[in-house]
C-alpha cells in the first residue's frame, strides 16, 4: 500500500521560495504519477502540478506557470515541487496524491494522499 508524506511547507515573504519534498514508502519502487493539489480555506481544492513515471509528462496549473516546478527522484521515492515568486493567494495547505496509475491523465482517481503541509505566504 502506497503512503505519502509531505513537507517543507512553512511561512515565506511574498516573492520568496519554498520547496516541498513527498515522500513516498510502502512500496520497492514509486511506479505512481504523483500530484500536488492545494486548498485554501473556503475554496476548492485544486490541482496544481503532476508528473508522470518515466515519461517526464508533467502538467501545471495556469496559476502556478513558470513559478512552480515538478520533479521526481524515483531513486529515492520523492517529488518535490519547488515554489519560487510565491504570492499571498499561493497559502493553502498543500497535498501530494497519487492515483492507481503511472500517468497523469488516466481518468484513475486518486486514492492516495498524504497529510498535507501548510504553505503560509505573508509579510
Known amino acids: 500500500q502506497l503512503q505519502l508524506a509531505e513537507s517543507g511547507g512553512g511561512l515565506v515573504q511574498p516573492g520568496g521560495s519554498l520547496r516541498l519534498s513527498c515522500a513516498a514508502s510502502?512500496?520497492?519502487?514509486?511506479?505512481?504519477?504523483i500530484a500536488w493539489f492545494r486548498q485554501a480555506p473556503g475554496k476548492e481544492r485544486e490541482e496544481v502540478s503532476c508528473?508522470?513515471?518515466?515519461?517526464?509528462?508533467?502538467y501545471y496549473a495556469d496559476s502556478v506557470k513558470g513559478r512552480f516546478t515538478i520533479s521526481r527522484d524515483d531513486a529515492k521515492k520523492t517529488v518535490y515541487l519547488q515554489m519560487n515568486s510565491l504570492k499571498p493567494e499561493d497559502t493553502a495547505v498543500y497535498y501530494c496524491?497519487?492515483?492507481?496509475?503511472?500517468?497523469?491523465?488516466?481518468?484513475?482517481?486518486?486514492?492516495?494522499w498524504g497529510q498535507g503541509t501548510q504553505v503560509t505566504v505573508s509579510s
Open positions: 496524491a497519487a492515483p492507481k496509475s503511472s500517468w497523469c491523465r488516466s481518468g484513475f482517481e486518486f486514492e492516495y
Open positions: 510502502g512500496l520497492a519502487r514509486n511506479y505512481y504519477a
Open positions: 508528473a508522470s513515471y518515466l515519461n517526464n509528462e508533467t
